[in-house]
């Protein structure tokens, strides 16, 4: 017996992305009219079903997975939601986000939990940072959890390892030379309340420590996390006295750097070498090297990991490191490892 087509199937037929067949299928907006022919077509041929299981659908099931993430207008927490409604829409299941963009928005949400409970099966939290008795609280409530970016040690998680992906990130451009490495991130005094932030610096730090060079206070400052935020970072750092090489714990916030490079006349990478991470697909048409990880296979297994534990799955507590990639190119001139000097 042949295997039952899965949404991947269907989205590599019409050439799309699982997320595009996801909406098509289900009528969302943001889908061109010849865009949903083409998946439906596809779908059609592949006699694709969804195959909810039954365990599934037994009485009381909403039916529904939360998914909390802190921001929404973002590459990252975009693909994130992509990742998890392709397995949701697969088991014809819905999805039910919700925003948690702060201290004061945690509180309420795991104030709100018993009533959460009566909407969704299971949530999928990704890089929600809460002190640890928050998190303890979750694990004594009713709905199995997996996280993404995060690992707690109470929950199913899928995360990276942002430490030596960072030092992979800085080795690069300390290989290339460079001694004068700034850092733009979430700043040396935690501005951004991310776990992941504070692991990449830790790995920065680590990695310039191995070549008796430390993180000088003026090289350390804040993005944000979006281009207009890397632009402002790297533009007081110019100020400073520019470093001949920076490495931004985001896409965005380096793509705002190479903004800022060339307003200061400087060239990239000659003057100011650049790397970013995520790698977005942008970084690649701005040639940003950058550390690649795989967002949305990340929260597709979380999906997975949660549509298990529904599944009756009650063994030991599943923890997934992802592979990540230095996917190198002309922002750091990677084919000329040559010495670099600091700017006068």
Known sequence: MSRAAKIEDVA????????????????????????????????????????PHAARLAAGRSGTVGVAVPVLNSWFYANVLAGVEAVLAEEALDMHVIVVDGPDATERFIAGLPALSKRVDGLVLCDLFMPDQLWEDLAGGPVPVATVGVDTGLFDSVTIDNVAAAEAAVGHLLDLGHTRIGLIGAGPDGATDN??????????????????????????????????GGREAMLELIGRGAPTAVFCISDEMAIGAMWAA?????????????????????????????????VSIMAARAAHLVLARLDGDDGPVQRHVMPTLLQKRKSTDFRHLTPVHAHS
């Open 12 to 51: 590599s037929r019409a050439g799309v992305s699982v997320a595009t067949v996801s909406r098509a299928l289900r009528g969302l907006p943001h889908v061109s009219a010849a865009t949903r022919e083409k998946v439906l077509r596809a779908a059609e041929e592949l006699d694709y079903r969804p195959n």
């Open 195 to 228: 776990e992941s932030a504070a692991l990449r610096r830790r790995g920065t730090i680590a990695a310039l420590g191995r070549r008796g060079l430390d993180l000088p206070a003026d090289l350390d400052v804040a993005g944000s996390f979006s281009v207009a």
């Open 262 to 294: 060339e307003e200061a006349g400087l060239r990239v990478p000659e003057d100011l070498a650049v790397v970013g991470f995520d790698d977005q697909p942008v970084a690649e048409a701005v040639g940003l090297t950058t550390v690649r990880q795989p």
